[in-house]
């Protein structure tokens, strides 16, 4: 009885890759600069009737402000007719509006109070 003799797999050649020439196109990569996002400032308008205690409550609580920097941004809402209660991006900026009209609406006040976009 003859035995077989284990069988070899071919070999590959090794495929050596093509040598640069020093013609090659190398593509530059370019940072994109990104604007920051708009801001938007949430104001306070004034009236005659929510008192300047619930303002300045307001101002304390839902901007974080202490209570001589409420009392500040109150008074110039009284003095001005309307005063910037802080900057924020757009969707803080509604959120915000929307607390500050939430609480005048449950206390009884027509205290109103708007975001505008912030001009550079």
Same mark, same amino acid.
């Given at each position: 009885m003859a035995t077989?003799?284990?069988v070899t797999p071919p070999v590959k050649p090794i495929i050596q890759p093509d040598r640069d020439d020093g013609g =090659?196109?190398?593509l530059e990569r370019r940072t994109l600069k990104v604007k920051p996002p708009q801001m938007y400032q949430? $104001?306070?308008l004034n009236d005659d009737y929510t008192p300047m205690e619930f303002v300045v409550v307001v101002i304390q609580e839902f901007?974080?402000? +202490?209570?001589? *920097? =409420?009392?500040q941004i109150m008074l110039k /809402?009284?003095?001005d007719g %309307?005063?910037?209660?802080g900057v924020y991006s757009k969707d803080v900026a509604a959120t915000k509006v +929307?607390? $500050? #009209? +939430? =609480?005048? *609406? %449950? *206390?009884g006040h027509? #205290? %109103?109070? /708007?975001?505008e976009p912030v001009d550079f």
């Open positions: 077989k003799s284990p =090659a196109v190398l949430v $104001v306070m901007f974080g402000k +202490d209570m001589e *920097a =409420a009392t /809402i009284h003095l %309307k005063g910037v209660c +929307d607390q $500050v #009209l +939430d =609480a005048a *609406a %449950k *206390a027509p #205290l %109103k109070c /708007i975001s």
